[in-house]
T-cell receptor
Framework: RKEVEQDPGPFNVPEGATVAFNCTYS??????FFWYRQDCRKEPKLLMS???SGNEDGRFTAQLNRASQYISLLIRDSKLSDSATYLC??????????????FGSGTQLTVLP | NAGVTQTPKFQVLKTGQSMTLQCAQD?????MSWYRQDPGMGLRLIHY???????DQGEVPNGYNVSRSTTEDFPLRLLSAAPSQTSVYFC??????????????FGQGTRLTVV
């Protein structure tokens, strides 16, 4: 079983739609959680951190449920420029102070005009 | 702002050749990592470093070596290239307590093909 699992999609939605992505993680010792965005043939870029209380950044809302080991990302009023692959990322503590970012395989989103 | 710089951007190697992928960051970050990205598998950690002189293995270290003689540089060496090492390689850096909130910054990637 993968440590971080995402629905690969693709999600094809019309402009203006609301779309939600889900992610589950298997390591209960995970400490930090993120959503990254990756455009085609580009590097991943941090979209937002995910906090237990939930957090919002403009049209984007992230939620974390530690009990269920579940993370979500909601995008409201989708724009064409939101088309990308969204990566769910979990931070796991290794030995000492070392940590490891563990990535899901990503969910592909295409916003259609 | 340069951030994380990787070179080269593209490379074709023959099986058995060796090469070094360069990574440099100018943000004074303690943590640096190398990942490879393959279709359908997400990014997988190859090696990482928590500071100059300190390196450790990640999930898929076989066939790769690293060293960290300075805070800025973290080169990845392929000892004897194999077709299975065809992939996109990303270098990342982050603050010493990197993943609490700030996440990691990635270089633009190196697309490596081994024939």
């Amino acid at each position: 079983r993968k440590e971080v699992e995402q629905d690969p999609g693709p999600f094809n939605v019309p402009e203006g739609a609301t779309v939600a992505f889900n992610c589950t993680y298997s390591n209960s010792a995970s400490q930090s959680f993120f959503w990254y965005r990756q455009d085609c043939r580009k590097e991943p870029k941090l979209l937002m951190s995910v906090y237990s209380s939930g957090n919002e950044d403009g049209r984007f809302t992230a939620q974390l449920n530690r009990a269920s080991q579940y993370i979500s990302l909601l995008i409201r009023d989708s724009k064409l420029s939101d088309s990308a692959t969204y990566l769910c990322v979990v931070n796991i503590r290794l030995s000492g102070s070392a940590r490891q970012l563990t990535f899901g395989s990503g969910t592909q989103l295409t916003v259609l005009p | 702002n340069a951030g994380v710089t990787q070179t080269p951007k593209f490379q074709v190697l023959k099986t058995g050749q060796s090469m070094t992928l360069q990574c440099a960051q100018d943000m004074n970050h303690e943590y640096m990592s190398w990942y490879r990205q393959d279709p359908g598998m997400g990014l997988r950690l190859i090696h990482y470093s928590v500071g100059a002189g300190i390196t450790d293995q990640g999930e898929v270290p076989n066939g790769y070596n690293v060293s960290r003689s300075t805070t800025e540089d973290f080169p990845l060496r392929l000892l004897s290239a194999a077709p299975s090492q065809t992939s996109v390689y990303f270098c990342a850096s982050s603050l010493k307590d990197p993943f609490a909130t700030s996440g990691a910054f990635f270089g633009q990637g190196t697309r490596l093909t081994v024939v």
